[in-house]
């Protein structure tokens, strides 16, 4: 599936190595006034080569609009396409592994399903698709902006190294960084986990019974390159717990008249598949990147043993560079829900 959305859809398109990559955003609401420099801005959060761990491509990852806008920047309510294109793309680095799979990567599976995979970096497997997903992200913000909704993620993990608590905010960047960079002086990779809160959320978004709001969020969530769980609210701690320990007591809201509050957060914003106009709290894990400075033992598409030397540009942690990414899917999500719920006229978003 190259598609992403229900009411809110992103189609992409392109490899890793190839020409370029973009998309097509279809369903924006008409007479949303877009930045196009705040656009550009999370896409260089999310490029590599500018955090210490990161890969070092060097891509500019500069974003062009073709589509979908007037010349003064509203939304036409007509599909906005963009591009993205490959100024960095090295095909050549990725030759002494056309006919051997690495381990962890997508290239067994790829070539079982299809018959053929593009070696390449991955070709669509790469985390490279990712930065489609943060330009049209950061298109559906001006929306869920204008509804008062904010999108914020952190990291709140890496290695050895875990907040207390997820939701907090708390972060060690210097505790993040020397574990990182011992991973690398190793050439080795490690793994990390990224927190999401989504505070102004209305409550009523969700659908039941299979398009429950917090399903929804999961399903963008793990298709992000090298997510491994997702968890909302209290999360897996929910099986350790006691009902009378996590219930959620409803009371008057004092900072809103007439509205009605929780006491507690323990489900994360979400009950019933629905959004209770709580903070929605949710984490994503994210394994440690494939492909390592070491050689790995492997074999080819004959089935022959053989050995993978070390080579290319990668992430230590993929994680540092997937917070724009968590934020731009659950951007995404909750923009769906929005104009789901509201009949997608023009006039609301005012």
């Not at 550009?40 to 070092?56: F, I, M, V, W, Y």
């Not at 943060?134 to 913000?141: D, N, R, Y």
């Not at 960079?181 to 927190?195: C, K, P, Y």
Request: charged share 20%; proline share 5%; net charge neutral.
């Amino acid at each position: 599936m190259n598609t992403f959305g229900h009411h809110l859809r992103l189609t992409t398109f392109g490899e890793s190595h190839g020409p370029a990559i973009g998309g097509i955003l279809d369903g924006m609401p008409s007479r949303i006034r877009i930045s196009v420099e705040a656009v550009q801005e999370r896409l260089d959060r999310r490029r590599p080569g500018n955090a210490k761990g990161t890969s070092a491509r060097r891509e500019t990852d500069k974003i062009r609009i073709l589509s979908g806008l007037s010349f003064d920047g509203l939304t036409l309510g007509s599909p906005i396409g963009f591009i993205i294109e490959n100024n960095d793309a090295r095909p050549g680095d990725y030759e002494r592994y056309a006919d051997k799979f690495r381990p962890n990567h997508a290239d067994f599976t790829y070539q079982a399903k299809y018959g053929i995979r593009e070696a390449a970096g991955g070709g669509r497997a790469s985390a490279r698709e990712t930065a489609n997903w943060v330009a049209a992200g950061a298109l559906a913000g001006h929306l869920t902006d204008l509804c008062g909704v904010c999108v914020q993620a952190w990291i709140s993990g890496v290695g050895p190294w875990k907040a207390e608590d997820l939701y907090s905010g708390e972060c060690d960047p210097d505790r993040i960084q020397a574990v990182i960079a011992e991973a690398g002086e190793r050439g080795d990779s490690v793994g990390g986990l990224v927190s999401c809160r989504i505070s102004g959320v209305p409550a009523g978004l969700g659908d039941p019974v299979f398009g429950k709001l917090h399903s929804r969020l999961a399903a963008a969530m793990m298709s992000i390159n090298a997510a491994k769980s997702f968890e909302y609210g209290l999360g897996r701690k929910a099986s350790e717990a006691y009902g009378s320990e996590m219930a959620d007591i409803f009371v008057p809201d004092a900072c809103r008249p007439g509205r009605i509050g929780t006491l507690t957060n323990f489900s994360g914003g979400i009950q019933g598949g629905i959004s209770n106009g709580n903070d929605i709290c949710l984490a994503v894990a994210f394994k440690p990147t494939p492909t390592i400075m070491m050689p790995q033992a492997t074999v080819d598409i004959h089935g022959q043993e053989c050995m993978l030397q070390p080579a290319g540009r990668h992430d230590v942690c993929v994680a540092l560079r997937a917070v724009p990414v968590v934020e731009a899917m659950a951007t995404l999500v909750i923009a769906d829900a929005l104009i789901a719920s509201q009949a997608q006229s023009h006039t609301l978003w005012r």
